[in-house]
């Protein structure tokens, strides 16, 4: 698993016109090429009188899938520029349609270029990119009169905290990138001259909105 990367927020569309033509990038997340597939599919069936439905995709911790179809359009005018603004972005895991409705104008090679390019790119920038970071909710137990102290340091620190259990000791639970785990262990020893007992709980990814 990535400790982070970065992917579409979330399933939405955004159109834009060029040319008389309507361009619209509808953007999703896609864990396989299966999702990505399905995805394709559903938008082909919604949007079945357009023009051109053309797609993009890459999948995997490496980018192990790349796919790029143009529908119709010249080749290497629609899925290849799609996929290289999704490469540029640096985003994984993420699946991409552009709908085409001809308006009546021909663009010519470059003008599809910069066109799909650009459906996609102003997609992005209106539906958001998020960056996940796998975190660890790491738990440290201390006795009642620590609290003070560390829920301060906590505030102060890079960590977020995810809550406070009231229990014989106080249960707090904080959210700590992987990678830092152990880094996080030591500090809360050191903190409170190793009073604290800290457990590692589970995994999740936490999103931050970049765009």
Known sequence: MLFTYKTVKETNSHEITIQKSRFIAHLSRAENESDAQQFIERIK???????????????GERNEVQKANDDGEPSGTAGVPMLEVLKKR?????????????????LGAGGLIRAYGSAVSEGLNHIGVVKRTLMSIIHTEIDYHWLGKIEHALRESPYELKGTDYLEQVDIQTYVPVEQTTDFQEWITNLTNGQATTKVGKQLYLETVLT
């Open 45 to 59: 069936k919604e949007h079945w009188n357009a023009t051109h439905n053309c797609s993009a995709y890459v999948i």
């Open 90 to 106: 640096d985003l994984k895991d993420t699946v991409v349609v552009v709908t085409r409705y001809f308006g009546g104008i021909k």
